[in-house]
């Protein structure tokens, strides 16, 4: 028989009870580390997919204006902008997408390698 004690509760499991918990967070951790599996290489094939550059924001006389920011070697400042209209819509869902995606990825990737490293354990 096994206490476990949090916060002033006590539990009591007898040694089957630890060994089906266990056996249970170990299949949630094995789920979890196939689920991030399947987003980091569906994340990284939608960015391949995705336009290049990125979004930028300039406010003018207190109004909102998007921009595609790219690289560019022939420019002097090193990137061009380009004012994204109404019309330009699509473009802009997808540059805020691929910001959204590459903050997503190293956490998912640090995330799935803590549950690798522990399997491995």
């Known amino acids: 028989m096994k206490q476990l004690q949090n916060k002033g509760t006590s539990i009591n499991l007898d040694n089957n009870e630890v060994v089906q918990h ?10 979890e580390h196939e689920f991030s599996k399947h987003l980091i290489r569906n994340y990284e094939a939608e960015l391949m997919s995705l336009p290049e550059g990125s979004l930028c924001k300039k406010m003018i006389n207190e109004r909102a204006y998007l921009y595609h920011s790219l690289a560019n070697i022939e420019s002097s400042t090193g990137f061009s902008q380009k004012y994204i209209t109404n019309s330009d819509d699509g473009l802009a869902e997808g540059l805020m997408r691929k910001a959204v995606l590459k903050r997503s990825l190293p956490w998912l990737k640090k995330n799935d390698l803590a549950i690798r490293k522990f399997f491995k354990s």
């Open 22 to 31: 266990t056996s249970m967070l170990m299949e949630m951790l094995w789920h």
